[in-house]
């Protein structure tokens, strides 16, 4: 079984983002895969590791995305390709679903992609779904189990979350999963894992490697800004027994007029 | 053909209420570029759902209503929004920001070859074009964006936008259209459905009572015999988070968590707030023994009323909290059920 994994190198969560001058700066802080992807990883290796599969790790970026690559072959992906090119400098969702898909294809032979939720940066939660639908693939997103993949059969049923509780759901190979949390915890590259992704050889492939041209992306960002400031006094509620001060603060809390 | 639809979502044909919200935001974009409203409903048996979009704000509804499209799924859903949007090729397509609206408009984005604004919080016309508001990472940063192609997509989030006082009286057209695609011809099948906790939902909340790492900090509890370290620290955070279900209760609140609490097994992952969990705009946020991480305030820093309970009086969650209380949780938060029950005539 051949399965790829698409991540993305992205701010680490505890990054504190300003905007200055219309774009995002994160300081010093340090980029890392995009916390999501890494469940990503983790359903595609127990894939692999399942079928006697192999995965291959794919990210669209600049030299230092090869890091995001670098921790899922440490986590132990067997192959990893870096997505370089110019022409990507400004993608939306549906340039780097059209990416991705290019690179799935020239991979060949994939049962199954997989994708985290959202990149915690744009959070637009697009591309998984999208990058289906340009493969022609079933899209499964929001998966928090694989119950089963059937490789003679070439089926897949999974479970799927949904605003009213969980969907089990089958349906045909090759498909497009995106994972959730739920999944549960991915694992922590090994010794021999870091110590292969250090040595390992990415190859870069370029827009015409995919055998593209002209991608135009259909959303524009003019501008990028600071959330307004939160404007707040803190009024400290005391009192002599914590019912004298859920009294007071349960009255100040029925004068904001929100209950 | 009216310019401005939007996309009613529903499950077991049911509405969801955040689907009328799309309608009050077209009703104001219909405003500015001219026109009527037509909302689209697909599933099975809900005709229903038809009379209560007109009295919603709807001036059209387009209805599917076939077994092929009981259940969501993206194949044919994308197909036949995809046909009925290019045949009459609408400007704005609206869709709520539930898991299937956000799907829908990826995939329909793709056949019609244009772009999604997703997770929507501000909208207006420039120029006859949408100049939309989204917060980014998490809401650390706000950006603008627009749709350079037509039709534009545009999910909304949930409680961003008001919707119409419903009028009972109000009525509009009805167009019935049938699914493009037949089902044997849909690789997708749903094969079972398991309720998820009862409750309020996070997102739909407009009060939410959350738990931290502080919930499991009682002293005085003992757990019983026979508990390991870890199992003793859950059992002491499930009777925490017990006082918070009960506050919760009493306010018609939902349950929140940070993900110090999650990740420490206290409560499932679907209650976790914050940048890696859901990303929440209540009236009022009660902060029970959270500290206030950066990536937990991402989560919830647009609660109009924060309420912060906390040991430390050094934690960053008082500095956007309305109103602050340091004590002891397990003290504080039983007394303020009972105070809230008084007041509320419960």
């Not at chain 1, 993949?149 to 759901?169: F, M, P, Q």
Request: glycine fraction near 8%; charge should be neutral; proline fraction near 5%.
């Amino acid at each position: 079984m051949k399965i790829v994994v698409c991540v993305k190198q992205v701010p680490d969560s505890a990054a504190k983002l300003v905007a200055i001058d219309g774009k995002a700066n994160w300081g010093d802080s340090p980029l890392i895969i995009n916390p999501w992807d890494e469940y990503a990883v983790e359903a595609a290796l127990q894939q692999a590791e399942a079928h006697n599969g192999t995965v291959i790790a794919v990210t669209i970026g600049g030299e230092g995305s090869k890091e995001a690559l670098k921790h899922a072959l440490a986590m132990g992906c067997a192959e990893a390709i870096l997505i370089s090119d110019e022409a990507l400098a400004q993608v939306d969702s549906q340039v780097t679903a059209r990416v991705l898909a290019a690179a799935i294809k020239k991979v060949g032979e994939v049962d199954l992609a997989f994708l985290g939720r959202q990149a915690i940066d744009t959070d637009t939660g697009l591309t998984a779904a999208q990058t289906a639908r340009l493969l022609g693939w079933p899209a499964l997103t929001l998966v928090s189990v694989i119950t089963g993949v059937d490789t003679a059969a070439r089926t897949i049923k999974v479970e799927k979350s949904a605003e009213e509780g969980r969907l089990t759901v089958s349906t045909k190979l090759p498909a497009v999963l995106s994972i959730v949390k739920d999944f549960g915890e991915p694992r922590y590259p090994s010794f021999m894992g870091i110590r292969k992704a250090s040595r390992a050889v990415i190859p870069s492939w370029s827009l015409a490697d995919l055998g593209l041209s002209g991608l135009k992306a259909n959303i524009a960002w003019p501008e990028i800004m600071n959330p307004p400031v939160r404007q707040v006094t803190t009024e400290m509620i005391t009192g002599s027994t914590p019912e004298e001060i859920a009294g007071i603060l349960a009255d100040k809390i029925m004068a904001e007029k929100i209950l | 053909m009216n310019k401005i639809w939007v996309y009613i979502d529903q499950f077991k044909g049911q509405p969801l209420a955040t689907s009328w919200e799309g309608l009050g935001a077209a009703k104001t974009l219909a405003g500015q570029l001219g026109g009527g409203v037509t909302a689209l409903i697909f599933g099975k048996g809900v005709e229903p759902i038809a009379s209560q979009a007109f009295q919603y704000g709807a001036d059209e509804v387009l209805l599917a209503d076939d077994s092929s499209l009981e259940d969501y799924r993206s194949e044919p859903y994308t197909a036949l929004l995809a046909k009925l949007a290019s045949e009459s090729a609408p400007e704005v397509i609206l869709f709520p920001t539930t898991t299937r609206g956000r799907e829908l408009s990826a995939m329909a984005a793709i056949d019609l070859n244009t772009g999604v604004l997703p997770d929507v919080i501000g909208l207006e016309v420039v120029d006859g074009s949408l100049l939309a508001t989204r917060p980014i990472y998490a809401g650390k940063l706000m950006c603008k964006v627009k749709c350079l192609t037509k039709p534009q997509l545009v999910t909304l989030r949930g409680r961003a936008f008001a919707k119409l006082l419903l009028d009972a009286s109000r009525t509009g057209t009805l167009t019935k259209v049938s699914p493009v695609m037949g089902e044997a011809d849909i690789p997708t099948k749903v094969e079972a459905y398991a309720a998820g906790e009862a409750g309020v939902s996070l997102t739909d909340a407009s009060v939410i009572v959350s738990g931290g790492r502080g919930v499991s900090n009682n002293p005085k509890l003992t757990p019983p015999a026979g508990m390991d370290e870890k199992q003793a620290e859950i059992w002491k955070a499930q009777q925490g988070f017990k006082l918070v279900e009960e506050l919760a209760q009493v306010l018609h609140a939902a349950v929140g968590a940070s993900r110090a609490a999650v990740d420490a097994g206290y409560i499932p992952y679907a209650h976790q707030v914050g940048q890696t969990g859901k990303v929440v705009s209540p009236d009022m946020y009660i902060a029970c023994g959270i500290s206030g991480a950066i990536q937990h305030q991402a989560g919830m820093r647009t609660s109009k009323v924060i309420v912060a309970i906390n040991r430390d009086p050094e934690a960053p969650i008082f500095k956007l909290a309305r109103y602050g209380v340091v004590g002891d949780l397990y003290a504080i938060l039983p007394a303020l059920s009972e105070a809230f029950r008084k007041r509320l005539g419960k």
